[in-house]
């Protein structure tokens, strides 16, 4: 079965003035985001590093649905996004979503680099 991670990031974050209110922001969208799409959720969205957020989707045709939602609750905020669609290989979902592990986590975080590498604001890895 195949899912969909999807690893977020800020661009800049570091020389953003307002950075503390843009983190408060970013976590109450995290929680929205995990009520509003909880029946398409596997794994939870959670910060994982520093200004990176990352959850995983049951379903990888919906992985647009939430980013636009993303991007709509985060109008002024810039952000990359890497979209890894694969299996899973850890399926123990009482973990958080940075302790699971499958091609679906690796294509997400090679998206996510080349994202960055070349300033795209969305790469996706099937």
């Given at each position: 079965m ?32 995990n ?18 957020w990352?959850?995983?989707l049951?379903?990888?045709e ?10 709509r609750k ?10 890894g ?8 979902f ?13 294509k ?7 994202a960055?590498?070349?300033?795209y ?6």
């Open positions: 195949d899912y969909a991670t999807i690893i977020c990031d800020l661009k800049n974050s570091a020389r953003l003035e307002n950075r503390q209110q843009i983190q408060y922001e970013l976590i109450e969208t995290i929680k929205q985001a009520s509003d799409f909880a029946d398409i959720i596997a794994s939870p969205f959670i910060i994982t590093l520093g200004d990176e990352q959850g995983l049951k379903n990888p919906e992985y647009s649905e939430v980013i636009d939602f993303f991007r985060l109008p002024s905020i810039d952000f990359y996004c890497g979209v669609i694969g299996e899973i290989n850890i399926f123990d009482e973990l958080t979503v940075n302790q699971l592990d499958g091609p679906s986590f690796h997400a975080r090679k998206a996510i680099n080349i960055k590498r070349l300033n604001s969305l790469v996706l890895i099937q």
